[in-house]
């Protein structure tokens, strides 16, 4: 059994976290960390999670998480984690970081978008956790910078396009829409019901800081440099992301070519789904699980496709997708306490 500890167990993505690996085959849960809830038992902070859990939140000591943990998450905010990873890797333990700082190689664009870089050192060694495309790195990884929600949704439809040169790079906008809970759990006065409810907004448009980390990634698939605009929108449901891409062709292509590139692209990757006739991909679809739905309409007057995608935020865009990285960084099957996660009830 892989030991596994959480820290920063109770926000929205780590309470995620201890819903899957509850359940996981392969794992045991040995150790969870709160600042706010040391000292009480995970089941009161979360009801749901009665009978599925008796662990107790613990506050963080770095010597006892490395002496029950075999494999570290951090779901922390940006900042928190670079001061406390290096030391974790330097005893042998394997990380998957859900914040942004070791998302990046270019410390230079981290900086820009964040703030000034403690551990970059460890830049060069991190590999970024968007699976389906960095397999084979992430089966050979000690750290893991697990992908934005926003990124994921954005990056899983465009890579295939993109490294095949069937896309204008230059002309990539990308509208995404979010659930409330990608805000995370503290309290916020954009977030409370009443100004979240009826409500449908645009939010840190062309700055939020998820584009420069897309444009990194992105640049790095099409061998050249990649910019684009990305407009992120706050929806009133609690969970589910949905993005809408649009993108001119480079050349004359049919649908069945868009069609063959994308799925011959994830053939070989179980949770990927490639949305079939005509149809589009729907949040409700992938609401509690690791899946990301893609779906695809050409444009043929304007010479111009637009790709959507649905993944659960709090899942493939968070928890799931580092499950997902830890499940390759320690040889298991890659779906192993996945594929039958979905929602529980929890209070969110």
Known sequence: MIRVGIIGATGYAGAELVRILSCHPGTELTVITSRQYAGKRFDRVYPAMAGMTDLSCEEFSLDTMCEKADVVFTALPHKVPMSIVPEFIIRGKKVVDLSADFRFKDVVRYEKYYQPHTSKELLKESVYGLCEIYFDKIKNASLVGNPGCYPTSVLLPLIPLVKENFLDVNTIIADSKSGVSGAGRSLSL???????????????????????????????????????????????????????????????????????????????????????????????????????????????????????????????????????????????DETAGLINTSYSGMAL
């Open 190 to 332: 954009g977030t409370h019901f009443c100004e979240a409810n009826e409500s449908f907004r645009a939010y840190k448009v062309a700055e939020h800081r998820h584009c420069p980390e897309m444009e990194e990634i992105l640049s790095a698939n099409a061998k050249k440099d990649v910019k684009i605009t990305f407009v992120p929108h706050l929806v009133p449901m609690t969970r589910g992301m949905l993005t809408t891409i649009y993108a001119s062709l480079m050349k004359h292509a049919s649908l069945k070519d868009i069609t063959d590139c994308i799925t011959s692209f994830y053939s070989e990757c179980p949770f990927i789904r490639i949305c079939p006739d005509n149809t589009l991909p729907d949040t409700l679809h992938v609401r509690g699980s690791n899946y990301c739905d893609i779906g695809f309409k050409l444009d043929e007057r304007n010479n111009r496709l637009i790709l959507i995608s649905a993944i659960d935020n709090l899942v493939k865009g968070a928890a799931g997708q580092a499950v997902q990285n830890m499940n390759i960084m320690f040889g298991l």
